[in-house]
């Protein structure tokens, strides 16, 4: 069966697919810039953790919370881009949700338990010393679950050379575990999330006025510069699991696509360096650089998958610029608020 026929056809789009492609890259930067730091220091306390046992714990008992707060920006920072992956590339994204339904909707669930757990873990923290591992250590758990759903589904909607198999599970419980890049593009963003919830670490310790500050920071910007380098590995073997043809494109094939990854890839140098000398803030600017091309090249890898079949300027505009101009008004009172409400927490915090 020609895997063509079975795209479903795209809808019409009300401007430039050029806007939504624009803001489907910067609210994914702030998603998972966001979803790194909430997995990140969620993993880094749950070692600490496991380490100490019911000794006291700075580190963890400051993460304890934050972590309900991030898990809450995380997931509402994450419906935008999600949105406008499914504008873009709906009728890809649509029919791999569909083959794995059963796993894609148990998200939602899975998702009202991490919460909870992570509820518990807060306001229970000083009250069941004993158990607070448990429910961190569910939390997490649950987290690396989701993260590995997503993956499943990101990876599924870029081959529909494999939705043949639904014919043979119509299930709703098809996952995309032969694909070979699969494992590598999950650790890619675990281990990312360890590194930058490190630099989250140095940077809270920063701003105390705490005396054992140094320490903290310290710990923090260790962690990211390992896990940086273990990284850099796991991205090396995310390019070389690619098609040749997609992963040539990366090697000289192509003077956008190689040029993006040297610039990431001299980022990723660059901000160890910083990280290595202990230089918060300039480490902490070059990591948003860093993924703002990383994000680009991963979809420059989106593009050349689904190049066979479709490009989002192929899309075809019947005008309509009110939504657009909703949108962005809505968007922008939106992150002036949610400023305004950080600023409020930390001076409250600051205060007690």
Known sequence: MDPWSLVPIADTIPTSWGWFYFFLVLTFILHLLLMNAMLGTGII?????????????????????????????????????????????????????????????????????????????DFKYDQWPQLRVYFLGLSVVLALVIAFMF?????????????????????????????????????????????????????????????????????????????????????????????????LLFMGGSMLHTGIFLVGLCGVGLILVFSFKKMVWATAGGLI????????????????YLAPYYHPSERVVIPEYA?????????????????YMLRLAFEAGKEG
């Open 151 to 247: 993956t499943n589904n990101m990876t599924l909607m870029l081959s529909p050379e494999k939705w043949t198999g639904y014919f043979e599970n119509r299930s709703g419980t098809m996952l995309n575990l032969g694909d070979p890049t699969l494992i590598p593009r999950y650790l890619h963003f675990v281990v990312a999330s360890v590194a930058v919830g490190g630099l989250v670490m140095a940077i809270n310790w920063k701003l105390k006025a705490d005396p054992k500050g140094t320490e903290y920071i310290d710990q923090g910007m260790t962690w990211f510069s390992y896990a940086t380098i273990v990284q850099i590995a796991v991205g090396l073997w995310f390019l070389i699991s690619l098609p040749q043809e997609i992963m």
């Open 45 to 121: 306390s749950l070692v600490r953790l496991v380490r100490k046992g019911n000794e006291a714990c700075p580190v963890c008992k400051d993460f304890s919370l934050k972590l309900p707060y991030k898990i809450a920006f995380t997931i509402n920072f994450g419906v935008a881009p999600l949105l406008f992956l499914q504008v873009l590339y709906g009728q890809f994204i649509y029919v791999s949700s569909i083959m794995m339904a059963v796993y894609w909707l148990s998200v939602v669930g899975i998702l009202v338990i991490l919460y909870y757990s992570a509820y518990i873990y």
């Open 323 to 339: 939504p657009l101009f909703i949108f962005l008004i809505v968007f922008v009172l939106g992150l002036g608020a949610v400023f």
């Open 289 to 304: 650089l860093t993924i703002t091309f990383m994000v680009l090249m991963r979809d420059l890898v989106r593009n050349a």
